[in-house]
């Protein structure tokens, strides 16, 4: 069930150094929303407090709100644990268990969760390896291991695995940087597919990628050395790319800078 991100005033920091500052934007449910911006501004930071995954630095803290649905993710009630299998990940390199079998790699988070019975683990694997337009490549070697397959094969293999727990909301950070074009392509299509079912939330440095895959992009940037990153402006990407209000925008996306 897709959900609806809303972020307010959200500042984070690592220890004394504030990373982030006073970012608020809001991402709809179903929809591909894209961060963009020159390296160290904050995009990445951003999107891995969206799941509280920069919780695994030591000293990384926010103040702000982060809603899923209007509930707030940073509530002290709130389990991280529970927040990060609903709100998914897929990270810039390929992380699939790579001496595990393909199969095992796509259901290893419900075997964590306790689930054991083979014929459900079996027909969850199938539906996330179609989901992540995988499972025709692979259907006949789900037991070799996931370190076998090609580098796109693999990122999709990841997309399965964060698919097959049904989360709410998939993150994914530059999910084809480290990617062929070809299989550029097959991910920006299957991210077309899974807006269908999810709310996707993707950082990239391609700008020609966000322009292609998302709804809505975001434009982040810093103020200048040693100053947080901000959220410029944020709007349907084809206003963004076409007539942005900022003028910062306009100079990032135009190549005066970044």
């Known amino acids: 069930m897709a959900k609806r991100i809303d972020v307010k ?30 390296s160290g501004c904050g995009k990445s930071t951003v999107l891995r407090s ?18 899923l649905d209007g509930e ?5 009630s709130v389990d991280p644990v ?34 054991s019975n083979r014929k459900q683990l079996n027909e969850v694997a199938e539906r996330s390896l179609r989901g992540a337009n995988l499972w025709a ?12 397959l090609s580098g796109g094969q693999q990122q999709r293999l990841c997309i399965a695995r964060a698919i097959a727990v049904q989360p709410d909301v998939l993150l ?7 990617l062929d074009p070809i299989s550029t392509l097959a991910i920006e299509d299957l991210i077309g597919e899974l807006k269908k ?21 975001a434009f982040f ?24 209000n900022q003028q910062a925008t306009e100079d990032y996306i135009s190549g005066r800078f970044g």
């Open 221 to 244: 940037n810093l103020a200048g050395v040693g100053q947080p990153g901000k959220l410029v402006e944020i709007d349907d990407t084809e206003k963004i790319f076409s007539n942005p």
């Open 72 to 76: 707030d993710i940073y509530a002290s």
């Open 82 to 115: 529970e927040v990060r299998r609903t709100i998914g990940m897929v990270f810039q390199r390929p992380n699939p268990f790579p001496t595990m079998s393909i199969r095992d790699n796509v259901v290893a988070g419900l075997k964590l969760a306790g689930v």
């Open 50 to 67: 969206l799941n509280r995954m920069h919780e695994v630095t030591p000293g990384a803290r926010v103040e702000g709100k982060v809603l």
């Open 137 to 148: 490549e692979v259907k006949d070697r789900l037991d070799k291991p996931g370190g076998s």
């Open 197 to 217: 079912d999810f709310t996707i939330v993707i950082v990239t440095h391609n700008m020609q990628q966000a322009a292609r895959v998302s709804d809505q992009t």
């Open 172 to 178: 994914m950070d530059e999910p084809c940087s480290a």
């Open 9 to 38: 005033d959200l500042n984070i920091f690592y220890g004394k150094f504030h990373a982030v500052d006073g970012v608020t934007l809001a991402v709809p449910p179903r929809s591909v929303t894209a961060f963009i911006g020159p």
